[in-house]
């Protein structure tokens, strides 16, 4: 399993709308919800996918927060 539970390595691009993990997951986003994922580690299982997706709209919701 890949591990990106903490929340350093995320980056948000509000331009591009894009979000993404050094991992190399990285997908495109809407408000707090992710709508489309671009890509993602080749050894990523489905739940590995799911985690990075629930992380990564955490993540959204917590910069939302913020501004």
């Known amino acids: 399993m ?3 539970d903490r929340n350093d390595g995320w980056k948000i691009d509000a331009k591009q ?3 993404r993990h050094s991992c ?3 997908a495109e986003f809407k408000g707090c919800e992710i709508y489309g ?3 993602f580690p080749i ?3 489905i739940r590995d996918i799911r985690n990075m997706v629930v ?3 955490e993540i959204l ?3 939302k927060k913020k501004t």
């Open 2 to 4: 890949i591990q990106f």
């Open 17 to 19: 709308r894009l979000i």
């Open 24 to 26: 190399g997951f990285e």
């Open 37 to 39: 994922i671009k890509h």
């Open 43 to 45: 050894e990523a299982t």
């Open 55 to 57: 992380k990564a709209e």
């Open 61 to 63: 919701a917590e910069a």
